[in-house]
Structures are given as structure tokens and as C-alpha cells.
């Protein structure tokens, strides 16, 4: 946005651009989601676009999704959509499906929540649902950032601004709305969505939202881990892991984050190899980054050890990465392929000629697993010609096969496999599926 001279709202009214004011036109909204603004203001109801997309618009960059913010309630926009559901248990969302893969979702707009909307004598969900619908001008006032609260109204193509996101978007800034000691404090992912956005979009922090954050930073440490581990993901599905890790050293907020985590420069350049993969195209799996943020950890914890036979080096693994899988619940098959990569690198390190290569060269896990050793060896710790050696190797062994897929070779009858006399159980956490190397 080139404009410099926006108008800011005042506590009465907000900013309203109209449409020969601002450059969004409705043929950049996906057409599904006209369809569904469109019946909703013909029903009588306020229909806005909202969230994210408009803030993209406006900086010409690509919506990820539209979001659509509405007075109408959930059941009333669900009988106006055949193909909508409900879902949600505290806050009911309306979910409006197109096709195989078009979801767009529709929130009634609401306010802050605050305790009074949760009374000890209430248990009924509804009740605190209804009591937490509001204005859009409350609507704007619960986002989070400025630059994440303007609305686009179908009605006559405007855009409203409550908050003032119009001029920070045109200077660059990243604010919190209200108060960021109290914000922080309501929810404290919000200091981790900051650094995110501030990242992504190369904006600057809004001083007093900054400050905040170290004096918030141990509430970190409360949030929910199943929503600190969505907002990591974003982090490296954004290509933003490295800054925003590094700024997440800088505000004191990453050993509550991540604790297990080294801060050191060596452990950031691993990220930012990855984040430098992820935008070259390919796509970051979870076992793959926390792979990488523990490497060197599960690195010392070797080379603290001397009797290495397999099964210890199967623990170390272990040790390395229950900290971080713990915490965030993280499932048996991603800590799986977590641990495969680990024992790979092991392996890599040792060099080639070794006992079991071939089947090591084959198995599923190795080549992802090379390819973070690749990345390891970029940040000037490890050889790039081992790397190198270990590549022309996989190539020349032909495609990986899956061990559980194993197809049965022409000719050869399919036997029902013999049964085995029982074992005792392994170490839970060391049970899941084939490994790679030994
Ligand atoms: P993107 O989807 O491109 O990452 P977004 O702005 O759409 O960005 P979402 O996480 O999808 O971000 O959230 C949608 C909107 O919901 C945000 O734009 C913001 O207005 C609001 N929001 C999300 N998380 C919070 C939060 N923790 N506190 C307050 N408002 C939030
Ligand atoms: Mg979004």
C-alpha cells in the first residue's frame, strides 16, 4: 500500500474506505465465498469478509483462505446452506463445504470473552456461546493485531477499520490491539504469532507490543501445547522457523517455547537451511523439524557415551527428543520418524563399507534423512563430501522400498506369514514399525 495520509478511527467511529478508496475488487475473493457473502446480505444479514485475507489484499499478496464474519447466528446461517455444519464446542463455527477441498468458514461475530461468560453455575455450552456474541466494532476490538481486524462489507465494497490496521499496514507495523501486557496475558501465543507476522511479512514490531513481550514471556510456558505446536508448524510451513526462532532467543520467549531447544548459532543455521529447502518447494514434514531442532542435541548426548552398542543408541535418541515430544504430545509414527533420522545421521557420520549397507541404503527413512544430513553438513559442521558419497550410494541403489509394502514377487506364492512364538513387549517408545540402520 502506497498511501501514507490514512485517516485513524475514533472511539465512535471506525475508518470507512469506500470502494473507489482502496484497490480490492470482489474478483480476487474465491467465488464460493462471494456465493456465500452474497446469500447472507440477501438474507438480511451483515456479511463481511474478515481476518487475514483482506489484510493480504491490501499488501497484493495471495489469501490463504477467506474467513466471513456475520450478525446471523450459527443456526441461522446454517439454514440458509445445505452443504454447512456446525462446529466448535465453546464457539460455534459454521462450516460451508464446496467441493472436495473448499471449506469456508463463517463466524458470527463475537466479543472478548471474559469471566463473567463462564460462570461456575453454568456447564451448558449454549449459554456461553450466546453470551459471547457481539458488534462487529467488539468483533474487530478481540483480534489480535491491527492489521488483522479489517473487514471488507459486501454490502457497498467497503473496507472498515475499528482500530487503526489501515495505517499500520501502510507504515509497516505489527500492534497489538489494546493493551499488550493484558493481550499477552489473555493469551499468550499471541507473543509467537507477533514474531510470526512480523516475520512474514518483514514488518516491524510496534514498540510497545515488543516491550511486552518479555515481561509476558514465561506465560509461554501455560499455553496450550497442541496450539503452540500448530504455530510452530506455521513457522516452518512460512519459512520464517530461523527469524522468528532467533527472535524468540532475542525476547526471552524461546526457553519457555522450546526449553530443550540450544540457542546457538550452529542449531539456527540448521533452520535456516531448512527454512531456505521449504521455499526452494519442498514441503517440511513434523519429523523432519524436530529432527533437526534436536540434532545437536541427541550430537552431544553421543558423544558423551562410550559403549554404543544399538539399543543405547536407540535411548539416546529417546532422550533427546522426550523433552520436546512430551510436551507437545507428539504421536508414536512422527517420533518414529524423528528417531530413524537421527540413527541415519549416526550412520552417515561413520562413513560407508559398513555391515547391513545395502538394506540401510534401501529402507524408506534414509533418503529423508540424508537430505538433513546434507543440510547439516551446509552449515560448515560436517563434510559436504560425505554427504556427497552417501548420495551417489542411494542413487546407485535404486528407489527406496517400503518395508511394510513389500510386493510379492511374480511367481512366488503369497504365504500366510509364520507365527511367531510371543516376545515380551519392548520399551512402549520403542516399538513403532522397522529401523533403519544395525
Ligand atoms: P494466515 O491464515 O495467513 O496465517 P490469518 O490472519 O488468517 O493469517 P489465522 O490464524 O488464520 O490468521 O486467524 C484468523 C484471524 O483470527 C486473524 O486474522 C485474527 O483476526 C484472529 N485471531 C487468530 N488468532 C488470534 C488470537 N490468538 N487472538 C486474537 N485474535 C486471533
Ligand atoms: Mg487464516
Not at 322 to 327: D, F, Y
Not at 405 to 417: A, D, I, N, Q, Y
Request: one cysteine or more.
Amino acid at each position: 500500500m502506497s498511501h501514507t495520509d490514512y485517516r485513524l478511527p475514533t472511539k465512535d467511529e471506525p475508518v470507512i474506505l469506500t470502494r473507489s478508496e482502496h484497490p480490492i475488487s470482489r474478483k480476487q475473493f474465491d467465488e464460493e465465498t462471494v456465493k456465500v457473502l452474497y446469500r447472507l446480505y440477501r438474507s438480511g444479514y451483515k456479511a463481511y469478509l474478515v481476518g487475514g485475507s483482506i489484510r493480504d489484499l491490501l499488501l497484493g499478496r495471495t489469501p490463504k483462505d477467506f474467513d466471513v464474519g456475520t450478525d446471523a447466528t450459527p443456526n441461522q446461517v446454517r439454514k440458509l446452506f445445505r452443504n454447512c455444519f456446525l462446529v466448535g464446542r465453546r464457539f460455534r463455527l459454521a462450516h460451508i463445504r464446496f467441493g472436495q477441498d473448499n471449506l469456508i468458514e463463517v463466524a458470527t461475530f463475537r466479543r472478548q470473552a471474559d469471566e463473567s461468560d463462564f460462570p461456575d453455575d453454568s456447564e451448558s455450552p449454549q449459554f456461553t456461546a450466546e453470551n459471547m456474541f457481539g458488534t462487529p466494532r467488539e468483533d474487530a476490538f478481540r483480534r489480535d493485531f491491527t492489521i488483522n481486524a479489517l473487514f471488507y462489507n459486501i454490502e457497498d465494497f467497503s473496507i472498515i477499520d475499528y482500530v487503526g490496521g489501515l495505517r499500520d499496514l501502510s507504515e509497516k507495523r505489527i500492534r497489538m490491539i489494546g493493551d499488550p501486557l493484558v493481550r499477552f496475558e489473555e493469551d499468550p501465543v499471541r507473543m509467537l504469532r507477533a514474531l510470526e507476522f512480523a516475520a512474514r511479512l518483514n514488518f516491524t514490531i510496534d514498540r510497545e507490543t515488543l516491550e511486552a513481550i518479555p515481561a509476558r514471556a514465561h506465560l509461554l510456558a501455560t499455553a496450550s501445547p497442541a496450539r503452540l505446536r500448530e504455530e510452530m508448524m506455521e513457522l516452518f510451513r512460512h519459512k520464517v522457523a530461523a527469524k522468528v526462532l532467533r527472535q524468540a532467543g532475542e525476547t526471552g520467549i524461546l526457553t519457555h517455547l522450546l526449553p530443550a531447544f540450544l540457542p546457538e548459532e550452529g542449531c539456527y543455521r540448521l533452520i535456516d537451511q531448512i527454512d531456505a529447502r521449504t521455499l526452494a518447494g519442498i514441503p517440511v514434514n513434523e519429523g523432519f523439524v524436530i529432527a533437526a531442532l534436536y540434532l545437536e542435541n541427541f550430537r552431544r548426548l553421543l558423544a558423551a557415551t562410550d559403549e554404543l552398542d544399538f539399543t543405547a543408541v536407540m535411548h539416546l535418541a529417546n532422550t533427546a527428543l522426550a523433552p520436546h515430544t512430551r510436551h507437545f504430545q507428539v504421536s508414536h509414527g512422527i517420533q518414529h520418524q524423528a528417531r530413524e533420522m537421527f540413527l541415519a545421521f549416526r550412520r552417515f557420520q561413520m562413513g560407508r563399507g559398513r555391515k547391513g549397507e545395502r538394506r540401510f541404503l534401501r529402507h524408506p527413512a534414509t533418503a529423508q534423512a540424508l537430505e538433513l544430513y546434507e543440510l547439516w553438513c551446509r552449515t560448515g559442521k560436517g563434510d559436504p563430501a560425505t554427504a556427497a558419497d552417501w548420495k551417489e550410494a542411494l542413487e546407485q541403489s535404486g528407489k527406496p522400498q517400503s518395508v511394510s509394502h513389500t510386493p510379492v514377487k511374480s511367481g512366488e506364492k503369497k504365504r500366510r506369514p509364520r507365527r511367531r512364538k510371543k516376545r515380551p513387549a519392548k520399551a512402549a517408545d520403542q516399538s513403532a514399525s522397522t529401523t533403519v540402520s544395525e
